[in-house]
């Protein structure tokens, strides 16, 4: 095993330790058939970013409609989530209906579609294993993600998946940078909210 192996295996678990070189097999099978390249099993080193005709579902965001895009360096794991939020009214006495079925439960008055939370999660990577932070550290990636996560408002994102969806737009709700092994790695993890635009003002 090499460093980038040890390093993957400390990314993902001890476990991987037992499976590392049958998924370094597998990449290899992968990467043949054209699909989404792995940079941690693949190269003796570093990759600080894949390009986005590379990547399987490229994520983007950009300030506004239209405008620059910044793509992140590695294609990261997009989670969506949603629900119905459902008014329900307790009715005091309930008898059977015409079948003789008991009538239970709440009666539904209405229902509204909820957000999505959308959770990204994935690694920013140097271009160096080991050496000085200024030189292994994926700082200029950092700093760029950052500027989006601080940006007070709507951000428009291009993901295939989003855009089935129909999400075009989202709000940061929260983000983190938890510790991760490797001088040359950051782990984040960010979530979010589907946005709409809405007009409050009523012409008349």
Known sequence: ???????????????????????????????????PNIPYLSSNQPVDRIDENKQYFPLS???????????????????????????????AKKG???????????IKTSWRQKDFDITITGTLIGKQFFGKPEDCFPKTH??????????????FVYSYPLELLGITQIVIESYSFPFTKGEN????????????????VVKE
């Open 1 to 35: 095993m090499n460093s980038q192996d040890f390093l993957f295996s400390a990314l993902m678990g001890s476990q991987s330790f037992k499976t590392i070189e049958r998924l370094g097999l597998v990449q290899d099978n992968l990467t043949e058939k054209g699909l």
């Open 185 to 200: 790695v950051q782990a984040y993890e960010i979530k979010a909210l589907s946005d709409y635009p809405h007009s409050l």
């Open 96 to 106: 059977f209906d015409k079948k003789g079925r008991l009538l239970s439960g709440t």
């Open 142 to 155: 950092l700093i760029e993600l950052f500027e989006y996560l601080i940006f007070a408002g709507s951000l």
């Open 61 to 91: 965001f950009s300030f506004t409609e239209g405008g620059t895009k910044w793509t992140f360096p590695f294609e990261p794991l997009i989670s969506i989530s949603s629900g119905n939020d459902i008014t329900k009214v307790n009715v």
